[in-house]
C-alpha cells in the first residue's frame, strides 16, 4: 500500500542544466498535482494533470517550465536551463477524485528538493 | 489570487500545554484542510473539513470550519514533543481542484 512516490529525492544541477521529477500517484489515483515550496514558506500550487492531460496550469511559469503525466509511467516535472531561483522543494500529490464526489483528498509525496549551483 | 493569513508564525510552548492556530481568507474555500510538515518530508493530512461550522477531532487534535466558509482553526491539547513540525492549512475552492496553502505555523515544544 506504497503512498506517494517522488525521485530524486536530491537532485543538483548547474545553472543551465535541465531538471527531471518524476511522481508515482498511489494506487488507484489518477489525479497528479505538483507544489513548489521555497524556504521558509508554504507550498504553492503549479499544475494539476490528470492522465495524458493538464486539467490546470495557471500556477506554472510561463517559459522552461513543463509537465506530463502519461498513459503510463509517472509523472514528469521538467525545468529547462535552471537558474538559482528554481531551488526549491518541489512535491507532487495525488488523489483518486471523481466527478460528482464531494469530497477529496490530496496525499502528498516526500518531495525532491532541487539545488542548482 | 487567493490568499491564506495563518497565524501565529511560530509557536514556543511547553509540554502539556494546549496550542490554537487560525487561517483568515479573503475568499470563500468549499473544503478546509490542516496538515503537518517535519523537516525534509512532505505534507501529511491531519484533518480535512467539508461543511461550514463543522467540528472534527482527531484524537488530541480538533479543527473547525469557519460558518462564513471563509476561516478555519486548529487546537491541539496536551502537547507532546513529537507535536513540533510545521503546521500548514489549506483551501480548496472545489472538488478536485488546486489546494492554496497558507504560510505555515512552526511549533515548538519544550519537554
Known amino acids: 500500500n506504497a503512498g506517494v512516490m517522488q525521485n530524486p529525492r536530491h537532485l543538483v544541477r548547474r545553472r543551465g542544466q535541465e531538471a527531471r521529477l518524476r511522481c508515482s500517484p498511489m494506487?488507484?489515483?489518477?489525479?497528479v498535482y505538483w507544489y513548489r515550496q521555497l524556504p521558509e514558506e508554504g507550498l504553492k500550487f503549479m499544475v494539476y494533470l490528470q492522465k495524458e492531460n493538464i486539467i490546470d496550469e495557471s500556477g506554472m511559469p510561463k517559459e522552461r517550465f513543463s509537465a506530463e503525466f502519461p498513459k503510463e509511467g509517472p509523472s514528469i516535472l521538467r525545468i529547462q536551463q535552471v537558474v538559482r531561483g528554481d531551488s526549491a522543494a518541489y512535491f507532487c500529490?495525488?488523489?483518486?477524485?471523481?466527478?460528482?464526489?464531494?469530497?477529496?483528498?490530496?496525499?502528498f509525496g516526500p518531495g525532491t528538493r532541487l539545488t542548482v549551483l | 489570487g487567493q490568499q491564506l493569513n495563518q497565524s501565529p508564525q511560530s509557536m514556543f510552548i511547553q509540554e502539556g500545554e494546549d496550542v490554537s492556530m487560525n487561517c483568515t481568507s479573503s475568499?470563500?474555500?468549499?473544503?478546509w484542510l490542516w496538515y503537518k510538515q517535519d523537516p525534509g518530508e512532505g505534507p501529511v493530512l491531519l484533518i480535512a473539513?467539508?461543511?461550514?461550522?463543522e467540528l472534527t477531532s482527531n484524537g488530541r487534535l480538533t479543527a473547525q470550519f469557519g460558518i462564513t466558509r471563509k476561516d478555519s482553526f486548529l487546537n491541539i491539547s496536551a502537547s507532546i514533543p513529537s507535536d513540533v513540525g510545521i503546521y500548514f492549512c489549506a483551501g480548496q475552492g472545489t472538488s478536485g481542484s488546486r489546494l492554496t496553502f497558507g504560510e505555515g505555523t512552526q511549533l515548538t515544544v519544550n519537554p
Open positions: 475568499s470563500i474555500f468549499n473544503t
Open positions: 500529490a495525488s488523489s483518486r477524485w471523481t466527478s460528482g464526489s464531494s469530497s477529496d483528498t490530496q496525499y
Open positions: 494506487k488507484g489515483h489518477s489525479h
Open positions: 473539513l467539508y461543511k461550514a461550522g
